[in-house]
C-alpha cells in the first residue's frame, strides 16, 4: 500500500479491540446501541490510529407480507490521531469527542431475513 513518502510497500496493520459498551436492555423506541474503540498500528510507518464506532439498530416490523421484517441501522466510524501527531487528539479515558475526530465515516445498513431459507 501507500506510505508517507509516495512509495509502495507491503505493510501489515495490527487492530485491537480496546473497548465497548451497549444499552442492555433495548431502549423502549427498540434501539440497540454499540460503541466499540480500536487502537490500529502500523510498524512500518510508526503509525497509530485511533477509531470509535458507533452502531444504532432497530428491528423494523412490516404491514405487508411482502417483505420479511428487517434491522435497520446507522454505523458511524470516527477516527482520531494520537497526541503525538501533528494536529492529534488522543481521546482521554474512552472519551472519543466526534467533534476531535480527524474523519467521520456515515454508513446505513438493513439486514433482511433470505425467504429462500428455510428453517429446521
Same mark, same amino acid.
Given at each position: ?26 431502549? $423502549? ?31 423494523? $416490523?412490516?404491514? !405487508?407480507?411482502?417483505?420479511?421484517? !428487517? ?13 503525538? /501527531? ?12 466526534? !467533534? ?7 454508513? /446505513? ?12
Amino acid at each position: 500500500g501507500p506510505t508517507r513518502n509516495s512509495d509502495r510497500k507491503i505493510q501489515s496493520i495490527d487492530t485491537t479491540l480496546v473497548g465497548t459498551t451497549t444499552n442492555n436492555p433495548i431502549t $423502549e423506541e427498540g434501539a440497540l446501541y454499540i460503541s466499540k474503540q480500536y487502537v490500529q498500528s502500523n510498524v512500518q510507518q510508526d503509525l497509530q490510529t485511533l477509531y470509535k464506532e458507533t452502531m444504532v439498530l432497530r428491528h423494523i $416490523e412490516t404491514v !405487508s407480507d411482502s417483505r420479511s421484517p !428487517s434491522i435497520q441501522g446507522l454505523v458511524k466510524v470516527s477516527a482520531f490521531l494520537p497526541k503525538s /501527531s501533528i494536529g492529534g487528539n488522543t481521546p482521554r479515558r474512552g472519551n472519543y469527542d466526534d !467533534s476531535r475526530a480527524v474523519a467521520i465515516y456515515d454508513y /446505513s445498513i438493513e439486514l433482511t431475513a433470505d425467504s429462500d431459507v428455510t428453517r429446521e
